[in-house]
């Protein structure tokens, strides 16, 4: 099979039409069964899911769809889930990839990295491997993937890429249920291992309609005095602010729904083989198994695309879109229509700019600028939060194991970006 190098590759993308449009980014979604059961997940299904196995793209379509990807000029592959590792034939798919000269991220939890994948990795090294801790203690992982063990699984595999001098990233998702070990958890990566950590406090809906994950997201007060307390965070939101007030506001140079590079220069497959913008947005996806990668990208996907806004929001003209996040997945997710703005974005992109003293230019109607009504609430918020009123190091877990969701909590707002229930 043909080994493409990564000048031969450069080489090749500069010699293309600079107007053309290229898949230069694609994650790709292997499977969404996984050993864990996250309550703040949006996809994860269990290991034993028969029916999710079958339906997942085999071994042969993955090369097939390499293929496809190199001849298109793909340069840079995200393999995601669920759990990678959940698959048995994972490293073969992922050898194949690297014999076709694509840059390779593993996004994995670690628990069930072993001394043979390790080992095997070492061989054919991913260009990035980021693996997302829940705690920095047993109880606190435990309390958020639900699964006893899982803590030490994920410390061992963390310890084996470690050792290996693999190129790891570590991350989490703050929740209410593992706020507290946040700076621990930096701590670890930064101190301990000497590698990048990354927080996210954003959680979406489950993709499968139910609104559960929500239900340990953080308050917007609470993720922006996380943000604040890394000085490296605080400086890289007050940058990207700064670029972006000294331009236009992007989504007022396009009427398109699509703001991203989605369907522009990166896109998503899923494990049953079909195309979508990103791997959050499953509201329209496209298979194919039968139509193959190109024609999707070259027809469906550039339609969806190529989609104008019905309307205007308060989004169009904002100026501080790198604070916020939003984008029209988001909006599919929380609100079912990818151009209603999503209120816990804004809130937490206010917050940051006014904990920043970033002066907002105003952005049509909003509840958070200085004539909306949870305006003055937000100011004090920013006060608290640059005052250290909001002390995290002094913040402790739930009181008690966190409530099961019963079927109510689980769908009780139903699908509103399908009609299920």
Known sequence: MEHLTYGEFSGDLHRRHAGERLPLQVSIEVTRRCPLECLHCYNNLPMADAEARRRELSKEEHFRILDELAEMGCFWLLYTGGEIFARKDFLEIYTYAKKKGFLITLFTNGTIVNEQIADYLTEWPPFSIEITIYGSTRETYEALTGIPGSYARCLRGIRLLKERSLPLKLKTVATSINKHEVLAMRQFAEQELGVEFKMDGQINPRIDCSQSPLAVRLSPEEVVALDM?????????????????????????????????????????????????CVISQQETFSIRER??????????????????????KCVQCRIQSLCGMCPANGEMENGDRETPVEFLCHVAHLRAETLGIDIPPHGPCEFCPSGSQHAELVESARRIRDKEIDIESWTGPQQPFPILNDTNMVSMGCRSCGHH
């Open 229 to 277: 307390s890394s000085a490296k965070v605080a400086n890289e939101y007050l940058k990207m602010a700064k670029k972006d007030l000294e331009n236009p506001a992007n989504l007022s140079l396009s009427g398109s729904v699509y703001f991203c590079g989605g369907g522009m220069n990166s896109f998503a497959i899923n494990a049953y083989g079909e195309i979508g913008i």
């Open 292 to 313: 193959g990668v190109g024609a999707v990208w070259e027809g469906a996907l550039l339609q969806l695309r190529q989609r104008k806004r019905s309307r205007l929001t």
